[in-house]
């Protein structure tokens, strides 16, 4: 991909699996977890919080099979995690300016320590070699679950045998309650945490012919939440992922020779499932959805034609761009960097801006962490 230029659309493949984690994602768009699903290279900046998960989650992984012995080797572990992450951002025209993630992920030290904690108990609670650990209890780690057709499958984090019969165990790095203001009184599980733990034990039921005794969502706090399943729903649960399989790849299949046709198909634009889309740059039908329903709360984008382009005094960038057919709605983008945006060192006609932050005047935006600037391809 060229900096800072919109590239082609990526290609439809038909999928082999759904995954419990991304089922959830599968019934809000389509088209989003289908190029996720293929490693569609991201358009947007990942946030530094979810780089920061992807470190955790890493760890507890490594934790999990034992390779944490104590301190030391959780600070050498942690300290190459991140900079595996840094590395691959500073590799990103889109994200190095987001090293260190020390500086640009939020409560970096705090999930750190949560981390700590976590990986403490760990390996309290399960000993791998000493056999100290409650001689009930059994853990495995990263046990891969499916069904016969393979059609639906994934990792879940841990199954720990018990008198009382298997516990599936899934971490989860980010906020587990539906809200950061619910987390506080009403600690409700997220919605599709809960769809993804009763596919694992669905999948769990399909291999085993058993049921688990539970299932249990561990977040950075360390508290583990029963999330409480009826055997009858599973199954459904299951039907429901391979039938969303079997739909996707027929569409695909089918409309491989109208590939527009195919994306609209697969797409569903909705404010709050696009926000956290790293494919809005190049997906027809978000554009065309907030174009029809502006009223809507959509992420702050923008795109169109570029009026004017300016270095200030202070060294930063200002445009403005044309965003209606009409010549009459014209949006302004102060303090941007000039090395981040590598699309403005380029002839531009078609200027689309991302996660712009917005200003106490309509249509006046500023630039925030994940603002991203690419020129519309010739
Ligand atoms: S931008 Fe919205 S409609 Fe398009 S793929 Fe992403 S989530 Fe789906």
Redesign the pocket.
Known sequence: MTQGILPPLPPLEPLKRISPSQFPIFR?????AI?SSCHAQALLPLPPSARLGIIIHKILEKAGKGDITGEDSFNSLWLSCVQEEENDMSGSWMEKHLVPLEKSAHNFEVKKQQCILLVRNLMSAFSHQSGKADSSKRASHEVWLQTPDGKVGGYVDAIISTDAGDVIIDFKTGSIAESEEQASFDPEVRYDYRIQAKLYAALYNSMYGKWPASIELVGLDGVPRTIPFYQEECPCLLDEARQLLNDINFVITNKAKNYESALSNL????PG??Q??L??PC?P??WE?RGTEPERDWPHDAKGKLKEIKKLRNGFMLIKLISDPQNSNIITVRGLHPDRHPALNKTLDEVLVFSMIPGKVTNNYGEGKLTTIYAGAD
């Open positions: 809000k768009c389509k088209l989003r190029w797409a569903s634009p909705n499932v696009c956290f889309c494919y809005r997906c039908s978000y959805k």
